[in-house]
């Protein structure tokens, strides 16, 4: 059975860091394309950034291109999110999400959901 568990999220001023884990079991990471969205209130979900850890591909949406970087530990079978220089734009729920392609990983319907980690960021 697959299964992600996230953690790490909190309140964080401006300007400050946050790591987000999503811990996976069920499946190696070299299986599926492993990744984050997230949703603010009032908003629709939306892609962050995913990782392949077959070939080694990585997807950062424009808004957090220099800031955040995601990576994985194979052994631990768990993906990471490094949030740097966060803003007040960056408040919401974080969403992990596996897929076995990167066009099932944009589809809503297909892949498998974490039950989201908010992150509050204060100005």
């Known amino acids: 059975?697959?299964?992600?568990?996230?953690?790490?999220?909190?309140?964080?001023?401006?300007?400050?860091s946050l790591r987000l884990s999503c811990a996976t079991s069920g499946f190696t990471l070299d299986e599926y394309i492993v990744g984050w969205f997230r949703q603010?209130?009032?908003?629709?979900?939306?892609?962050v950034s995913y990782i392949s850890s077959s070939d080694g591909r990585i997807?950062?949406?424009?808004?957090?291109?220099?800031?955040?970087?995601?990576?994985?530990d194979n052994?631990?079978?768990?993906?990471?999110?490094?949030m740097?220089?966060?803003?007040p734009e960056d408040t919401a729920i974080y969403y992990c999400k596996a897929a076995t392609s990167r066009a099932r990983w944009w589809a809503p319907t297909y892949g498998?959901?974490?039950?989201?980690?908010?992150?509050?960021?204060?100005?």
């Not at 052994?75 to 490094?82: D, E, I, R, S």
């Not at 740097?84 to 803003?87: K, Y």
């Open 112 to 123: 498998y959901w974490g039950q989201g980690t908010q992150v509050t960021v204060s100005s």
């Open 40 to 47: 603010a209130p009032g908003k629709e979900r939306e892609g």
């Open 1 to 16: 059975e697959v299964q992600l568990v996230e953690s790490g999220g909190g309140l964080v001023q401006a300007g400050g």
């Open 75 to 82: 052994g631990k079978k768990t993906v990471y999110l490094q």
């Open 59 to 72: 997807y950062y949406k424009d808004f957090v291109k220099g800031r955040f970087t995601i990576s994985s």
């Open 84 to 87: 740097n220089s966060v803003n």
